[in-house]
């Protein structure tokens, strides 16, 4: 299926976006998991910190890249890449979570992941690795700031937090329609 200037291609949507039988829309990559059961999380780190998202959402990892600036794209939004064919939006995270700016240097990794409206690319200093966790162990964000719609949920670990990121709210809706009105979606390139 090849569909282009503004609409989203097979081969760029999200998975929950597809419509093949064994890859059905599914809440997995952002709903808490079911009590009792456990949970796996990709952990990055920025600086000292350590983050994580559900690796259910993510499509892989890769190392960093050249990004072309987008002039009328959010300030959250550093730019884009090409990744196999698809324009897709490079995330500042540390913007996000307050953090000093700093160029994107050759040892990064982009963390190409997916929500439910398109995919994304996170800049990270580096994968930590995955980390299986009962979910009854997370703590709920909104009994420590329940201002931060973007953070699920914390995990405490003997050497220091993980802060379970949402990335369904990451982007505010306001800058969501900012990408889609600087026309910063998923286009193929090929054809």
Known sequence: M??????????CAPRSMKAAPDDS???TATSAPALGKTAQWVVFGLDAGRYAIS???????VRAVH???LPLAPGIVLGAINVAGCVLPVLDIRR???LPERNI???DHFLIAR???RRVVLVIDAAQGVLEYPSTAVIDVESIAPVLAHIRGVITLEDGLVLIHDLEQFLSLDESHALDEANIQEVSLAG
């Open 2 to 11: 090849e569909e282009r200037y503004g609409t989203r291609c097979e081969e």
């Open 25 to 27: 829309p599914s809440d």
């Open 55 to 61: 690796l259910a959402a993510v499509d892989r990892i």
């Open 67 to 69: 990004v072309t600036p």
């Open 96 to 98: 996000r979570f307050r």
């Open 105 to 107: 240097n050759p040892s």
């Open 115 to 117: 929500t439910a409206q």
